[in-house]
């Protein structure tokens, strides 16, 4: 049973336009979300994160969407960078430390 | 400040035997998280360690166990390693339940 989705398993985008990755979950017991970069072989890098109480949160060039009613939360980056090629997964915990992670979409960025 | 750090890097196992793997948090964090990344799975929370107490746990069969010491340092247990167990085990630290920092992980395989 999987509980966090990313349907996507690849996207390619062309430097300086926008890249979205999606996220649907299940649990209506997750309350906080996060989206992590990784490289293979490394931990994942933390890029940002999302409360249950909020719909957007920026931080530069990355901004989290979440659509409660719907379970679905979206990742834009924007501009694209070739430095932003890397597998992209998306978390979701409940009030706890037990994150559950999505299947990851790579993203490749092409000059 | 420095990051997760894991210990060892990379390590060869033959069936049977077991392995410990170890985990520095943050300074300050006191809450210490597993996971495994296999290729068939993905990423899956193994335990939680919050100040020397085992606060969650995955579904994870009991040969995986852990512990967490006064300062804050967790190490991972795995006993009578089957193939199955080969993976990259992540280690991640966060102050309490908020955002999980990652370490570089530990690429355990086992013959």
């Known amino acids: 049973d999987q509980q966090v989705k990313q349907n996507s398993p690849s996207l390619s985008v062309q430097e300086g336009r926008i890249s979205i990755l999606n996220c649907d979950y299940t649990n209506s017991m997750f309350d906080y979300f996060l989206w992590y970069k990784k490289y293979p072989a490394e931990g994942p890098t933390f890029l940002i994160s999302?409360?249950?109480?909020?719909d957007k949160n920026e931080d530069g060039r990355f901004t989290v969407f979440l659509n409660k009613s719907a379970k679905h939360l979206s990742l834009h980056i924007v501009p694209s960078q070739p430095g932003d090629s890397a597998v992209y997964f998306c978390a979701a915990q409940p009030a706890g430390n037990k994150l559950t992670f999505g299947g990851g979409t790579r993203v490749l960025v092409k000059p | 400040k420095a990051g997760v750090t894991q210990t060892p890097r990379y390590l060869i196992k033959t069936r049977g035997q077991q392995v410990t793997l170890s985990c520095s948090p943050i300074s300050g964090h006191r809450s210490v998280s597993w996971y495994q990344q296999t290729p068939g799975q993905g990423l899956q929370f193994l335990f939680e360690y919050f100040s020397e107490t085992q606060r969650n746990k995955g579904n994870f069969p009991g040969r995986f166990s852990g512990r967490q010491f006064s300062n804050s340092r967790s190490e991972m247990n795995v006993s009578t390693l089957e193939l199955g167990d080969s993976a990259l085990y992540l280690c991640a630290s966060s102050w309490d339940t908020d955002t999980q920092y990652f370490g570089p992980g530990t690429r355990l395989t086992v013959l």
């Open positions: 999302i409360s249950s109480i909020k």
